[in-house]
């Protein structure tokens, strides 16, 4: 079934998915197992205790990974090895610092693996929500610019809560790319105000080159 087929109208003509970011049947993707095992002995040779999931127990990785999969590759991707980190929930969420460090060894990880293969590094997640802060998510965006994560790690524990927490990811990707020579150039910002009250999502899009 296409996107098309699956797609209601809205009363101004424009194309609705209901499904968001998910299939509309099930998918499997390609894993690259390869490199996530070498990710999985690095990462522990440097102090992070992670786990791995050798079958995903739900239906789907959620919209951050459908994202990637769906609407940046066309349901055509390359094989992947989707890292979750738990922002959101309490009381065990990992500090900015933790994230910049895992980020470094996950990068560690890549720069060691022993194969010709190109490996790309993607973050996904959103800026600050459930309410806007336009402010606290340019000083994050010209920090990842400037390759200042020593900003980045100090900021308070608190401005990361709800769906701000996202923005981890970005940080986890920074440290990833922190010691490539890579810099970040943003490519877009757009604050989606829903309401008056300056709730909504903010959305940034940006490269590492």
Known sequence: MSEHEIASHRSDGRLIDPLGYHPASEVRYPVAAPLAKHIVRSALQ???????????PETNLGHAYGFIYR???????????????????????????RCLDFGRAIGRAIKSWPSSA???????????????????????????????????????????QSGTSEIKYW???????????????????????????????????????
């Open 46 to 56: 440097d102090g992070f205790d992670v786990a791995v999931s050798m079958q995903q």
């Open 71 to 97: 609407r940046i590759l066309r349901d055509r991707p390359i094989p992947f090895v989707p890292i979750l980190v738990n922002t959101f929930y309490e009381p065990n969420q990992p500090t900015t610092r």
């Open 118 to 160: 190109r490996v790309a590094v993607c973050g996904s997640g959103g800026l600050s929500h459930f309410v806007i802060d336009e402010e606290f998510d340019h000083l994050v965006l010209t920090a990842l610019a400037n390759n200042d994560l020593e900003t980045l790690a100090n900021q308070s524990f608190n401005l990361f």
């Open 171 to 209: 940080l986890i990707a920074a440290g990833a790319l922190a010691e490539t020579g890579l810099r970040m150039t943003l490519l877009d910002y757009v604050p989606c105000y829903r309401t008056e009250g300056g709730t909504g999502n903010a959305m940034g899009f940006a490269v590492w080159q």
